[in-house]
């Protein structure tokens, strides 16, 4: 089957959002270059990344840090490690 433009901008604005990470494009770009020699390769991953980029929700990052535990705590500052020596 020769794919058509509108193949290549169906892949782009439906199938390119929901891949994992945008470096996949590429690849998907390299494998759709080889169905037909007048796809611009250029022009999809630039519309593919756009669309991606539009749907990507980043996660959240947990970047709480707990409480030191007490035991671990002291007047001089030293490491736990420090503290066995």
Do not use: C, G
Request: proline share 11%.
């Amino acid at each position: 089957m020769k794919m058509t433009r509108q193949h290549f901008e169906w892949l782009a604005d439906e199938v390119a959002p929901t891949l994992p990470w945008p470096t996949h494009i590429e690849v998907l770009a390299d494998k759709l270059a080889a169905t037909n020699p007048r796809f611009d390769r250029d022009k999809f991953v630039a519309r593919a990344v756009k669309n991606w980029e539009d749907n990507y929700n980043p996660p959240e990052i947990d970047d709480f840090i707990p409480e030191f535990p007490k035991e671990y705590r002291n007047d001089k500052r030293q490491s736990p490690v420090q503290r066995r020596a």
